[in-house]
């Protein structure tokens, strides 16, 4: 049986290891070329990357299996994932792909595609990749008149540092504002610390030396610790952590003190609303957004519309529905209208707007509702079949219902879930009694542990 290579995000897996070998990215290259090239013109692909050692492994193998089909690349090494999106579209190429893992550690790496319009590839097109892949690609290659050829854009983050600081209004600036941003070693380590020296701010860069393998190592939106530390000993008036692939932003103000995704989103939309900004008075987020930030919306005039757990169906949430606003409580935030994806380091510049334009400290403006008590814990399997036994189970299914029906009632709500990419159960509750939603959710998790010993017995 052929292992899957397209989870959730793309492929992703340990470096020089299968998936992520330079013979499978050297066919996913030709695959995807394969099926973006239609008509006679020169068709070209965007290639960006993390700083990953892993990187010159996979880059010249993607480059070489999109020649073998008559592509043209342009590489523009390391660049944020949005930044590649944009590039795509800009450039009017025909697919975009990022090298990156996002959020992992060094060893893992990933390749995420991108269509012509910047946006992350269906399902079924992942698939028809998928198969073309495992069904032989000889076919595929083209004479050697016909070859692509491959060349670096020199100007890439120029181009994509400009495009960030135009989402702003043309008199807003970050003079007298001390920011501590954190670019995690990762791909957005010279664009980040430049769109806001260049904004006016005074920065104080942390994250900045990538060398192949400290990407996300004891820093970013992982590990935002030497984030808050940083904006204490400096006297900075906010911080902001940015990961591997700088799709995601987490956020502390002047007294190191986190503020998560929901927060931030919140704000956001509500500025939208203010400016006339905001399409189909809503915000796309995820079944995971706090229950405090959807009756927030709800009353300010605005409503939540959720989805399933990953920033790609917030997008096709936003797409299919008309909305311009969405994201994650992990800090994945989509600004539609001016990015196809998550793009950190767009959604930090839209926080620092509003602290420029309230005038307000961030510990004051930043705290925009009361959250619920929220309590999320992971139920680790054998293996990905033993969770699915487990939760199959009548014993398992009777619990869940009880539960739903304990929490319904004191206004909360259940979240079960299986991890798409590792075998383990995620167990959410959120209500107004931090008593009730502790007992559910440990009495859960108990239920599945035992429930899933006795299938392995």
């Given at each position: 049986m052929t292992?899957?290579?397209?989870?959730?995000?793309g492929?992703?897996?340990?470096?020089?290891?299968?998936?992520?070998?330079?013979?499978?990215a050297?066919?996913?290259?030709?695959?995807?070329?394969?099926?973006?090239?239609?008509?006679?013109?020169?068709?070209?692909?965007v290639?960006?990357?993390?700083?990953?050692?892993?990187?010159?492994?996979l880059?010249?193998?993607?480059?070489a299996?999109?020649?073998?089909?008559?592509?043209?690349?342009?590489?523009?090494g390391?660049?944020?994932?949005?930044?590649?999106a944009?590039?795509?579209?800009s450039?009017?190429?025909?697919?975009?792909v990022v090298i990156?893992?996002?959020?992992?550690p060094?060893?893992?790496?990933?390749?995420?595609?991108?269509?012509p319009d910047?946006?992350?590839?269906?399902d079924a097109?992942?698939?028809?990749?998928?198969?073309?892949?495992?069904?032989?690609?000889?076919?595929?290659r083209?004479g050697?008149?016909?070859?692509?050829?491959?060349?670096?854009?020199?100007?890439?983050?120029g181009?994509?540092?400009?495009?960030?600081?135009?989402?702003?209004p043309?008199?807003r600036?970050?003079?007298?504002?001390?920011?501590v941003?954190?670019?995690?070693?990762?791909a957005?380590?010279?664009?980040?610390?430049?769109?806001?020296?260049e904004?006016?701010?005074?920065?104080?860069?942390?994250?900045?030396?990538?060398n192949?393998t400290?990407?996300?190592?004891?820093?970013?939106?992982?590990?935002?610790?030497?984030?808050?530390q940083?904006?204490?000993t400096h006297?900075?008036?906010i911080g902001i952590?940015?990961?591997g692939?700088?799709?995601r932003?987490?956020v502390?103000?002047?007294?190191?003190?986190m503020?998560?995704?929901?927060?931030?989103?919140?704000?956001?939309?509500?500025?939208?609303?203010?400016?006339?900004?905001?399409?189909?008075?809503a915000?796309?987020?995820?079944?995971?957004s706090n229950?405090g930030?959807?009756?927030?919306?709800?009353?300010?005039?605005?409503?939540?519309v959720?989805t399933?757990?990953?920033?790609?169906?917030?997008?096709?949430?936003?797409r299919?529905?008309?909305?311009n606003?969405?994201?994650?409580?992990?800090?994945?935030?989509?600004?539609?209208?001016?990015?196809?994806?998550?793009?950190?380091?767009?959604?930090?510049?839209?926080?620092?707007?509003?602290?420029v334009?309230?005038?307000?400290?961030?510990?004051?403006?930043?705290?925009?509702?009361?959250?619920?008590?929220?309590?999320?814990k992971?139920v680790?399997?054998a293996?990905?079949?033993?969770?699915?036994?487990?939760?199959?189970?009548?014993?398992?299914?009777?619990?869940?219902?009880?539960?739903?029906?304990?929490?319904?009632?004191?206004?909360?709500?259940?979240l079960?879930r299986?991890?798409g990419?590792?075998?383990?159960?995620?167990?959410?509750?959120?209500?107004?009694?931090?008593?009730?939603?502790?007992?559910v959710v440990?009495?859960?998790?108990?239920?599945?542990?035992?429930?899933?010993?006795k299938?392995?017995a």
């Amino acid at each position: 049986m052929t292992t899957k290579l397209f989870g959730t995000d793309g492929v992703r897996g340990t470096a020089n290891a299968y998936p992520m070998t330079a013979d499978v990215a050297l066919k996913i290259g030709m695959a995807a070329g394969a099926h973006f090239t239609n008509g006679d013109h020169r068709h070209t692909v965007v290639i960006g990357k993390d700083t990953r050692l892993s990187g010159y492994l996979l880059e010249p193998a993607l480059t070489a299996g999109f020649i073998s089909v008559g592509m043209d690349v342009i590489l523009v090494g390391p660049m944020p994932t949005p930044a590649v999106a944009m590039l795509t579209r800009s450039l009017r190429a025909d697919l975009g792909v990022v090298i990156s893992a996002s959020h992992n550690p060094f060893e893992d790496n990933g390749i995420k595609l991108f269509g012509p319009d910047g946006f992350k590839l269906s399902d079924a097109t992942e698939d028809t990749i998928e198969h073309m892949v495992h069904n032989g690609l000889d076919a595929l290659r083209v004479g050697p008149e016909r070859l692509g050829r491959a060349r670096r854009m020199e100007d890439a983050s120029g181009r994509y540092i400009e495009y960030v600081k135009g989402v702003l209004p043309r008199d807003r600036r970050f003079d007298g504002l001390k920011v501590v941003v954190d670019c995690a070693n990762g791909a957005a380590y010279k664009v980040a610390p430049m769109v806001l020296w260049e904004l006016g701010a005074e920065v104080i860069p942390i994250g900045v030396e990538p060398n192949g393998t400290n990407i996300n190592k004891g820093c970013g939106s992982l590990y935002p610790e030497r984030m808050q530390q940083a904006v204490v000993t400096h006297g900075a008036d906010i911080g902001i952590a940015l990961d591997g692939d700088a799709d995601r932003i987490q956020v502390c103000d002047e007294t190191g003190r986190m503020i998560d995704g929901d927060q931030l989103m919140g704000l956001i939309a509500a500025a939208w609303k203010r400016e006339g900004k905001l399409q189909g008075d809503a915000l796309v987020a995820t079944v995971m957004s706090n229950l405090g930030l959807q009756r927030y919306l709800e009353s300010v005039g605005l409503a939540m519309v959720r989805t399933k757990v990953g920033d790609r169906y917030v997008v096709e949430a936003m797409r299919e529905g008309g909305y311009n606003l969405g994201g994650e409580q992990s800090g994945h935030i989509v600004l539609g209208g001016q990015a196809t994806t998550g793009d950190g380091l767009m959604a930090g510049l839209e926080v620092l707007s509003e602290l420029v334009r309230s005038g307000r400290k961030a510990s004051e403006l930043l705290h925009v509702f009361e959250t619920v008590p929220q309590l999320l814990k992971n139920v680790r399997m054998a293996d990905r079949a033993a969770a699915k036994a487990a939760m199959g189970s009548d014993v398992i299914r009777t619990a869940i219902g009880a539960a739903d029906k304990r929490l319904a009632e004191a206004g909360g709500r259940l979240l079960i879930r299986e991890s798409g990419t590792e075998p383990v159960v995620r167990v959410m509750a959120e209500g107004d009694d931090a008593a009730l939603v502790k007992d559910v959710v440990e009495g859960l998790c108990d239920a599945i542990a035992r429930e899933a010993a006795k299938e392995a017995a």
